[in-house]
């Protein structure tokens, strides 16, 4: 076994063996082997797998069979906030991601119900009366 200089572990097996940088190593994050994923759009940065694109989050849950994936999610609807909060389910079918925060699409500005349960966006210069556009 060859011996890696101090802050690099020793990873692979037999003649694949090499001196890495499990803080930095895309291919070896954390520990030896662990591939930080989607390959291309992932770094590894101090240890821990991050998107590229620093205004993106790594969402999804490979041990419940979500693969990882990098998301805005400061404009997504799928993943509005946070990963998993979807728009469409918590407000209304018409609503979209707006900094962070599910909101009525254009042109549709006054959220009418009760988020989750059967909430409306109505048009402009409509109100909202009772769960009612008018």
């Given amino acids: 076994m060859c011996q890696c200089n101090p802050g690099l572990s020793n990873c692979g097996v037999g003649a694949d063996v090499d001196c890495v940088d499990e803080q930095s190593d895309a291919n070896n994050c954390g520990s030896c082997a662990n591939?930080?994923?989607p390959q291309g759009s992932t770094d590894c940065v101090n240890a821990a797998c991050a998107?590229?694109?620093?205004?993106?989050?790594?969402?999804?849950?490979?041990?419940?069979?979500?693969p990882l994936f990098c998301i805005n999610t400061t404009?997504?609807?799928l993943n509005c906030g946070a990963c998993g909060n979807?728009?469409?389910n918590?407000?209304?079918?018409?609503?979209?991601c707006r900094n962070?925060?599910?909101?009525?699409?254009?042109?549709?500005?006054?959220l009418c119900g009760t988020p989750g349960g059967?909430?409306?966006?109505?048009?402009d210069g409509n109100?909202?009366?009772?769960?009612?556009?008018?």
């Fill in 100 to 110: 962070g925060a599910c909101t009525c699409s254009s042109g549709q500005s006054v």
């Fill in 35 to 37: 591939v930080c994923q």
């Fill in 127 to 134: 109100t909202c009366t009772n769960g009612v556009c008018n």
């Fill in 90 to 96: 918590t407000y209304a079918s018409n609503s979209g």
């Fill in 51 to 66: 998107c590229t694109n620093s205004d993106d989050s790594l969402c999804g849950s490979p041990t419940d069979g979500i």
């Fill in 75 to 77: 404009s997504d609807a």
């Fill in 118 to 123: 059967g909430a409306v966006c109505c048009g």
């Fill in 86 to 88: 979807i728009c469409n």
